[in-house]
Each structure stands twice: as structure tokens, then as C-alpha cells.
């Protein structure tokens, strides 16, 4: 029998993101050569050969359908030899139909243990993404077969991981559920393959549970939250609910692509999203609704499908299904540069028409992750011109169409939808050096403390002249406020300033000459109609 185990006793540096002490190597590593000992006596290899495959539960619409559960195969994944001493003596990987080829000492007694985990290092394309248990000390996921003895003749071993429903519920153990989340990975990293082969990406752990409930606390219970994307010292994570009868997202293809989409965001392009909740209808800071949309629009991009579902319930009966195509619809629909299925349908229909290079050339290049301008559609599109003439005539109708002014430059100058805040428009103000200019917040459109939503932040742009150390204070709004702000230059945030003081906060810093970016707001998002006399000296 198949069992998934979590390797952790022989893995103790797994959090550094490194094979030592961990028995292997990458996807290009070959197969295991004889030792000096079996070449003194000259024993023959024996060569074990077998397929990996997984049970996928569709979700075409929301709900899971478990009635047409298909087997997949385990594609990318480490596979490894394991000895009675539990020494590795043979590493491979599966290729993109599950298979995988290895050699060992006729003779050998092992069992073939497949690791959730896809790595390739070296000169070209280069990754390392893991699927592990939070709940478990994070030790990651394998999938074994019992003893097998290397023969002359060659040994196939096959190894299948079910889902474990049983028509009712989860009766045994959801031996498919890392490879799930792990094979939608690997459908994004051949997605970006396509049109970058030489793509170095940075390296990700994915945390799945089945006792992952949408409750936040302490993550090592399960209490993630949501599915969620979180940059984090030396390597991303993205966490995964897992709770049966709950909200369990393995099988939903579209949120892993849409974590993975913020994960390349934010770890291969730019991503300047405060982050926070989200729903249809809200209209969001311009940075989050890009984020948002385009985590959505990826979703459909890397999955090639109009459609984005997600399941929960009991039975993971109910669900989610957002048409990609369509943007915002209703009669309370409103299209805009702050509401993220507008950016999702523009973003998709783009990629329809002109393809995932012009897209993934303007999310990379220099006007984008480094122009001056926060992470926009605007930004987007000014740099997408940059980057393809043609491309940008093409996106402009599609822009127009959902109320977002394709004119406009990356600082939104010219936009002329406002959403209804009061004072998103414009979306930056100049200041001057020494000068003073208003920014005024509003909770009109969301008012939770340190929201998200359009009007929560204001954003003012300045231009050193010359490097030195310059004194930034945002004060005025009176005693029911909380001002804090962010400090961005051309390539993202250089500084955070935000203390408790009522109406008032201050940072004296060295700057550089050019262009920065502040992002202002109220945490208390105390009001209506809030504004900051803000002064850079």
C-alpha cells in the first residue's frame, strides 16, 4: 500500500530551503551510480521504472465534483531509493506524464518514496517549490510504496495517491491533496516557461493541512485564516485551507494559481498591495485591485479557462464561479481602475487577444517595477505602451470599455472615473520641496481601521533634487486621527512611518535625488472626509 508520510527527522534544515541532510538532489540530478564497493565485485544495476499519479476532483463551476474524479499524473516531483537504513541510494524526478526511471544494486532492498517536492538548480531555469504540513513542524509530504527488492529483470513500481471520499465524506487519508496543489504549480511554472525559458524562480513552500480553518491565530493549529499568499524572509509561502465540510481549496485549481499569481507579483515582478479583505463589488486602492485582479486574470492565463471557482460548504457542495470575461456586472456594478474584476476581464481578454508575452515583458520590464508610479493598471499600461505600441493600441478599447482612461500615464494623470470616494482623483498630488499639499483620505467606500478600499489612502509624488536628509511630516486631521504613510522609491518601499501620535507623524530620512512616492492615510479611517497638510524639508 501507498502511504503519505511527512519527512521531517532526516529533513531538519527543510525551512533553509536545502537538500542537506535530506537525502537527494534536484529534477536533474541522474541516476545513482554504483559505489566502489559494488564496482569491485562488479554487481549488475537493476533499473525500477513506474508511473505517479494522483486523484483530481474537478471543479468546473464551484462545487467539487467528485463524481468525476480522474487520475493525473505527479508531474516534476522528486523520487527517491530509500534503503533499510534509510539512506537515499538512487534519486530522480518524474517527467510531465508521471514517470520516472531509476537504477540500483541488483539486490537492493528500498522502497520508492515520492517527495513533494519539484527542484531544478543550476545554470537555465531553476526552482524549488515544496508542499508541506504547517501542523506537522512543517515537514513535507511524501508518498511510499512497501519494500521492494531490485532484481535483473527490473522492478516497476507504480504509485497513486487517492483522494480518500468515499461518496459521503473523507473516509481515509487525502493522499492526493499535495499533489493537487503541487500540480497546479507546475502548470503555472510551464506557463511562464513558455515565454521566459530561462526563468529563475524564487524559491516557495506551500502549507496544506486538513486542519487549516479559515480562523486566524496560531498557524502551527491550522488557524490560517484564509488561502493566502505571505513573502517571509528567505522564501515565500502560501498557505492552504484544508478543512473538510469547511472550505478546503486543494482541488480548486483557480485560488492556488491566484496565490501563485501574487507569489510571482510580488517575487518576479512588483507588487505594492497593502493586501487585505476583498470582495465582488468593492472598490478597492488602486494597488490592491491590481493585485486582485491579476491574480484572478492568472488564474484563467495559467489554467487556460474563462472561469474562476472555488468550493466550500459542507461537501465542498457550494461555491464560487466568477466569468473572467465578463468584469463587473449588476446594476450596482462599477467598473474603474479600483475594482478588481475590471482588471481581471481587461487583463484575461489581453492575454486572449495578444498573448502571455506582452504581459509578462510589461509586468518584468523597467516602467513597471521601476518607473516611479505604485503597482496600477495604469502603471501597467503605461508600461505594456513602453513595451509593445501595438499591444497598448490593442488594450486601449478594452481599458475604455471598463471606464479606466487608456491615456492616462502610470500616475493616473487624466483618469476621470472617481469611484464615489470624494478623493481619489486625482490619484497623485504633486508636492514641491519645501512646499506643503493637502491629502485627504475618506472611509466613505470602507471603514475598517488600516483599510483597503479607494479613498483609505492618498498618494503624493515629490522629486528630490538633490540627495541629503530631508524631514517628511503628514499632520492636521485632528485628535480622532492616526496618520501614518509608506515611503517608496523608483524600485518600491524604502520606509514605513507609523506611530500612535494623534494627528500628527513625522520621519527624518536620507533620500536620494529623483522621484518618490508617499502613501498616506488615516489608520484610524476616522472619517468621511479626512485631510493631511503634508511637507517634505
Known amino acids: 500500500m501507498n502511504t503519505l508520510k511527512t519527512l521531517l527527522a532526516h529533513c531538519a534544515l527543510m525551512l533553509a530551503f536545502t537538500l542537506a541532510g535530506c537525502g537527494g538532489g534536484g529534477t536533474d ?3 545513482a551510480q554504483k559505489t566502489d564497493a559494488a564496482a569491485a565485485i562488479d554487481i549488475p544495476l537493476g533499473t525500477v521504472t513506474g508511473d505517479v499519479s494522483f486523484d483530481a476532483v474537478p471543479n468546473d463551476s464551484g462545487p467539487l465534483v467528485y463524481g468525476a474524479i480522474a487520475s493525473k499524473p505527479v508531474r516534476g516531483a522528486i523520487v527517491e531509493l530509500v534503503d533499510d537504513a534509510q539512506a537515499v541510494i538512487a534519486t530522480t524526478a518524474t517527467d510531465a506524464a508521471g514517470h520516472y526511471t531509476a537504477t540500483v544494486p541488483v539486490g537492493s532492498s528500498f522502497v520508492v518514496r515520492v517527495v513533494a517536492r519539484m527542484q531544478q538548480l543550476g545554470d537555465g531555469p531553476s526552482w524549488d517549490t515544496r508542499v508541506a504540513d504547517n501542523t506537522q513542524l512543517n515537514s513535507i509530504y511524501s508518498l511510499e510504496s512497501e519494500k521492494q527488492i531490485a532484481t535483473l529483470q527490473g522492478v516497476r513500481k507504480d504509485l497513486h495517491a487517492s483522494s480518500g471520499w468515499d461518496g459521503n465524506g473523507y473516509a481515509g487519508a487525502r493522499l492526493a491533496a499535495p499533489w493537487a ?13 513558455t515565454v521566459a525559458p530561462n526563468m529563475v524562480f524564487p524559491k516557495l513552500g506551500l502549507y496544506w493541512s486538513p486542519n487549516n480553518v479559515p480562523t486566524s491565530g496560531d498557524i502551527a493549529l491550522g488557524q490560517i485564516g484564509t488561502t493566502v499568499y505571505r513573502p517571509a524572509g528567505l522564501f515565500a509561502r502560501i498557505f492552504v485551507l484544508g478543512k473538510e465540510d469547511v472550505d478546503t481549496d486543494e482541488f480548486d485549481s483557480s485560488v492556488i494559481a491566484h496565490e501563485w499569481g501574487h507569489y510571482f507579483q510580488d517575487a518576479i515582478s512588483r507588487d505594492d498591495s497593502v493586501g487585505g479583505g476583498h470582495g465582488a463589488g468593492d472598490l478597492l486602492d488602486p494597488r490592491v485591485a491590481f493585485s486582485e485582479g491579476w491574480g484572478n486574470a492568472w488564474s484563467g492565463i495559467a489554467l487556460a479557462r474563462s472561469t474562476y471557482t472555488d468550493s466550500l460548504g459542507k461537501g465542498q457542495a457550494k461555491g464560487l464561479s466568477i466569468d473572467l470575461a465578463a468584469g463587473p456586472t449588476g446594476t450596482k456594478a462599477v467598473k474603474g481602475w479600483f475594482n478588481e474584476q475590471s482588471i481581471d476581464q481587461v487583463l484575461w481578454r489581453l492575454d486572449a487577444e495578444q498573448g502571455f508575452g506582452v504581459i509578462f515583458n510589461a509586468m518584468t520590464g523597467a516602467r513597471f517595477m521601476a518607473g516611479g508610479p505604485l503597482t496600477s493598471i495604469h502603471a ?14 490593442r488594450f486601449a478599447p478594452l481599458l475604455a470599455a471598463q471606464n479606466i482612461n487608456a491615456e492616462a500615464d502610470g500616475w493616473g494623470t487624466g483618469e476621470t472615473t472617481s469611484g464615489g470616494s470624494g478623493v481619489a482623483l486625482p490619484m497623485y498630488q504633486v508636492l514641491t520641496v519645501g512646499g506643503t499639499v493637502n491629502a485627504c483620505v475618506s472611509n466613505r467606500l470602507g471603514a475598517t481601521a488600516g483599510g483597503n478600499k479607494l479613498g483609505n489612502y492618498a498618494f503624493v509624488r515629490f522629486d528630490v533634487p538633490a540627495a541629503g536628509t530631508y524631514r517628511i511630516a503628514v499632520s492636521g ?15 518600491g518601499l524604502m520606509a514605513t512611518s507609523d506611530a500612535t501620535s494623534p494627528s500628527t507623524e513625522a520621519l527624518s530620512t536620507d533620500l536620494e535625488a529623483g522621484m518618490h512616492v508617499l502613501a498616506v492615510t488615516d489608520y484610524n479611517n476616522s472619517a468621511a472626509n479626512t485631510c493631511f497638510a503634508v511637507t517634505v524639508n
Do not use: H, M
Open 477 to 491: 486631521g485632528g485628535a480622532a486621527t492616526d496618520p501614518d504613510f509608506a515611503l517608496y522609491r523608483l524600485n
Open 29 to 31: 540530478a541522474g541516476p
Open 380 to 393: 501597467f499600461n503605461a508600461a505594456l505602451k513602453q513595451q509593445s505600441a501595438a499591444a497598448g493600441a
Open 181 to 193: 496543489i503541487l500540480d497546479t504549480v507546475y502548470i503555472a511554472q510551464q506557463k511562464v516557461l
